[in-house]
Nanobody, 121 residues
Framework: QVQLVESGGDLVQPGGSLRLSCAAS????????IGWFRQAPGKERERVSC????????TYADSVKGRFTISRENAKNTVYLQMNSLKPEDTAVYYC??????????????WGQGTQVTVSS
């Protein structure tokens, strides 16, 4: 079964940190660029970050630049999103998908269940 599974979401206080994981099963993740997206209640889904196949290109939304870091560990078939200095506005369900490239952003895989991140005191 080909799928991506997100994990690592939690309830955290403002200023805290979390690391999200995106694990692939049934296919080799290193063959794809990976995008992290998020959707907050009542808002449209937005792309947060992207990493190219070689990890030579990473992109970030302006709202998370300097706070979030995307990385990949191909040996573990996993992509990570390290989130620091979290703010209440980062509260959302986070999803990872394969994309055609980080420049076009065209989604290839289906949306999974996501992982909930809640930033609140």
């Amino acid at each position: 079964q080909v799928q991506l599974v997100e994990s690592g979401g939690d309830l955290v206080q403002p200023g805290g940190s979390l690391r999200l994981s995106c694990a692939a099963s049934g296919f080799t993740l290193e063959n794809y660029a990976i995008g992290w997206f998020r959707q907050a209640p009542g808002k449209e889904r937005e792309r947060v970050s992207c990493i190219s196949r070689s990890a030579g290109l990473t992109t970030y939304a302006d709202s998370v630049k300097g706070r979030f870091t995307i990385s990949r560990e191909n040996a573990k078939n996993t992509v990570y999103l390290q989130m620091n200095s979290l703010k209440p506005e980062d509260t959302a369900v986070y999803y990872c998908v394969t994309v055609r490239s980080c420049t076009t952003g065209s989604r290839l895989s289906s949306w999974g269940q996501g992982t909930q991140v809640t930033v609140s005191s």
